[in-house]
């Protein structure tokens, strides 16, 4: 099975993809180890429904009010 969570970091740019995730609670442990080499804002993707969940590392990594939008979601990004 295709892990359907990737996990990104925000960037002042825009967002930059650090890797893949089958769960949501494995995503956010990811987060919270990637945020003690690379602080700031990370973005949850899930792939099949397009919900965006925003978490910032070295916080409870609680879900912030995700989202749900529609539309045309792209390619991943970082992926090649």
């Given amino acids: 099975m295709v892990p359907s969570l990737d996990i990104f970091r925000v960037e002042s740019g825009g967002v930059l993809w650090c890797e893949s995730a089958a769960t949501i609670e494995t995503a956010?442990?990811?987060?919270?180890k990637l945020g003690l080499s690379s602080p700031g804002s990370y973005l949850i993707l899930n792939?099949?429904?397009?919900?965006?969940?925003?978490?910032m590392p070295g916080s409870s990594a609680q879900i912030e009010h995700p989202s749900v939008e529609?539309?045309?979601?792209?390619?991943?990004?970082g992926m090649g």
């Fill in 28 to 32: 956010k442990a990811r987060i919270q």
């Fill in 70 to 77: 529609s539309g045309h979601h792209g390619p991943r990004v």
């Fill in 47 to 55: 792939q099949q429904i397009g919900q965006r969940i925003p978490v």
